[in-house]
């Protein structure tokens, strides 16, 4: 399955597999591919785990268990050839076994809170055992209520089981997706079908990179070179005639290149690139080409220093208004996300100032508090006091 179809990850539930039981695994999982799994620790059945490629850096995050369901949580990060990271997320596992919900809803809900506070991009897939699909299911209406709540997508709304209810779900934070895709399997694999489909990795301006032939020039290389050249003094006569002075300057040529050569010499460099601004597309880069154009054009001519004012302005309003869309966008997209709202708005306002180091020690949590209060409590005082005039 992971061959036929290029997965990039595949996720599994109902492993069956106990706490030391390696073998199933291993020969599932394709050659330059590494798994993670997490059993269920007692009793049959059960087990979640995780088929990657080795493309993808993978760590697992511990210490997360629940009574209602089992899980596997990773760190997954898409990194190009620079190391830098194109795309950075949580992927959660999740199977629930069938059975009393009430402890899965306060459970679930208590997880998801602190998977979205805590990180930017989220996506939770598994088996649920919920039936999302009928109107009349108290558990898929009051599940359906909780994923509302929180304001992450469920992305997947056919059937999902041979019984034509949609059990398996992806549920995603902050990450688009193409290609959605629902594939019933033999009965002799799995009573659920298998849900494939493609991250899609957006704002990512890549580059592949360029190199440049180059010498590395700095102070101390005026100082190697003089030190390095040989003794010139029976090259400095005065030539006889021009064919003398013609193989003299070849000679001190000659010598100049190679000492530069020995002290400085031609390197491979790659060329930093600048990082392209996210709301940076191709309408902005039209403009400023168009611009930079007038710009060369104006010379004297009234009539280009006038166009090309315009372009610049053009340039300029069109800037403004791809940033404030990427920003806008940004904030609806993570509107949910009350850790990435906080660092945007600090960001756009620049209000990062450190805090007060001169703070004395003395004063403790209860200090704090005492503080605050009094300033809610003059607050309110000078409300009350304040004489209101009706219009």
Not at 271 to 282: D, F, G
Request: glycine share 4%; proline share 5%.
């Amino acid at each position: 399955m992971i061959i036929d179809n290029s997965f990039d990850v595949l996720c599994l539930t109902e492993t069956w597999l106990k706490p030391n039981d390696y073998i199933g695994l291993n020969g599932s999982t394709p050659p330059n591919y590494y798994y993670k799994h997490e059993p269920r620790q007692s009793g049959r059945g059960g087990g979640v785990a995780t088929i990657y490629s080795d493309i993808l850096n993978v760590t697992q995050k511990t210490g997360y268990r629940f009574n209602s369901f089992e899980i596997l949580l990773l760190n997954v990060t898409l990194p190009d050839t620079q190391k830098k990271s194109l795309l950075s997320l949580v992927l959660a596992t999740v199977y629930r076994p069938p059975g009393p919900y009430t402890d899965f809803l306060t459970e679930f809900a208590e997880f998801l809170s602190e998977l979205l506070v805590n990180f930017d991009k989220v996506l939770i897939v598994g088996d649920f055992n919920i039936h999302v699909d009928n109107t009349n299911d108290a558990l898929g209406l009051a599940f359906t209520d909780l994923i509302n709540s929180f304001g992450v997508k469920r992305n997947v709304t056919g059937p999902t089981h041979r019984f034509n209810h949609t059990l398996d779900l992806i549920i995603s934070h902050g990450i688009d997706f193409t290609d959605i895709d629902i594939v019933p399997q033999s009965d002799d694999v799995s009573d659920h079908f298998l849900v494939s489909c493609m991250l899609r990795i957006t704002d990512i301006n890549y580059m592949a990179p360029r190199y440049h032939l180059g010498r590395t020039i700095v102070p101390a290389t005026k100082d190697r070179f003089t030190n390095n050249l040989p003794d010139l003094s029976q090259l400095l006569c005065v030539p006889l005639n021009t064919q003398d002075l013609d193989k003299m300057t070849s000679n001190m040529g000659t010598i100049f290149s190679d000492t530069l050569e020995a002290v400085a010499p031609i390197k491979l460099k790659k060329v930093r690139e600048k990082r392209i601004a996210p709301w940076y597309k191709s309408n902005t880069h039209s403009l400023k080409k168009e611009t930079r154009t007038l710009e060369r054009k104006w010379k004297n001519l009234e009539v280009f220093r006038i166009a090309w004012k315009n372009g610049m302005s053009r340039h300029r309003q069109a800037l403004k208004a791809a940033r404030a869309e990427h920003i806008r966008k940004l904030i609806e997209n993570n509107q949910n996300n009350p850790r990435f709202l906080f660092s945007t708005v600090a960001r756009l306002t620049n209000n990062q100032t450190p805090p007060d180091l001169n703070i004395p020690l003395q004063f403790n949590s209860n200090d704090f508090m005492n503080f605050f209060t009094d300033k809610i409590d003059n607050i309110r005082n000078t409300i009350t006091n304040v004489d209101y005039t009706a219009f």
